[in-house]
């Protein structure tokens, strides 16, 4: 079985500064996905960025980058020139097949 | 394209009542996926359909069923709510089950008193 693990609960940065969290997971599969999904306060689940295990090349999305260290299966986010609409609940989350396994998710808040 | 829609928003149960959360899509995605989410903790999977016919139990299954009759829909069923069913239910679906992004619908708020 999967695990996936956020060690920080809660975080707060100071808007247009970075800020980055961290993401642990535990599998012995070889091909996977790994994925960082926002939920804002409306509790809509919003897919901010996803990584292939067999690519080296950290992914990208505008703001949003991860660095991915497969051999420590650690992955995590980082968020450049924070914005305020950037405050929400992120998870974490694993994919092998046919279950997606979610972390416990990080509390982010940005400060005016 | 609506994407992934759920009913009922909210629900209000007496422990021992049954009900059924609806999901529908329209993106003609073959997977779908019934996930909950209690208070500080992330989403963990009930249910899963890899087609039309096809269900198999994720990390949660007790206490839920379902059925996959059609490509667009994928309901849930509480046979006999207990005050831990309390939680916020998601519905997702995906292309093909493996590696695609899953979208989610809005969710429903179930409280069992």
């Known amino acids: 079985a999967q695990t996936v693990t956020q060690s920080q609960p809660e975080m707060s940065v100071q808007e247009a500064e970075t800020v980055t969290l961290s993401c642990t997971y535990d599998t012995s599969e070889n091909n996977y996905y790994l994925f960082w999904y926002k939920q804002p306060p409306s509790r809509q689940m919003i897919l901010v960025i996803r990584q292939e295990a067999y690519k080296q090349q950290n992914a990208t999305e505008n703001r949003f980058s991860v660095n991915f260290q497969k051999a420590a299966k650690s992955f995590s986010l980082k968020i450049s020139d924070s914005q305020l609409g950037d405050t929400a609940m992120y998870f974490c989350?694993?994919?092998?097949?046919?279950?997606?396994?979610f972390g416990g998710g990080t509390r982010l808040m940005v400060k005016p | 394209n609506a994407g992934v829609t759920q009913t009922p928003k909210f629900q209000v149960l007496k422990t021992g009542q049954s009900m059924t959360l609806q999901c529908a899509q329209d993106m003609n995605h073959e997977y779908m996926s019934w996930y909950r989410q209690d208070p500080g903790m992330g989403l963990r999977l009930i249910h899963y359909s890899v087609g039309a016919g096809i269900t198999d139990q994720g990390e949660v299954p007790n206490g839920y069923n379902v059925s996959r009759s059609t490509t667009e829909d994928f309901p849930l069923r509480l046979l006999s709510a207990a005050p831990s069913q309390t939680s916020v239910y998601f519905c997702?679906?995906?292309?093909?089950?493996?590696?695609?992004?899953?979208?989610f619908g809005p969710g429903t708020r179930l409280t069992v008193l």
């Open positions: 997702a679906s995906m292309l093909s089950s493996g590696v695609d992004e899953q979208f």
């Open positions: 989350a694993f994919n092998a097949g046919n279950m997606l396994t």
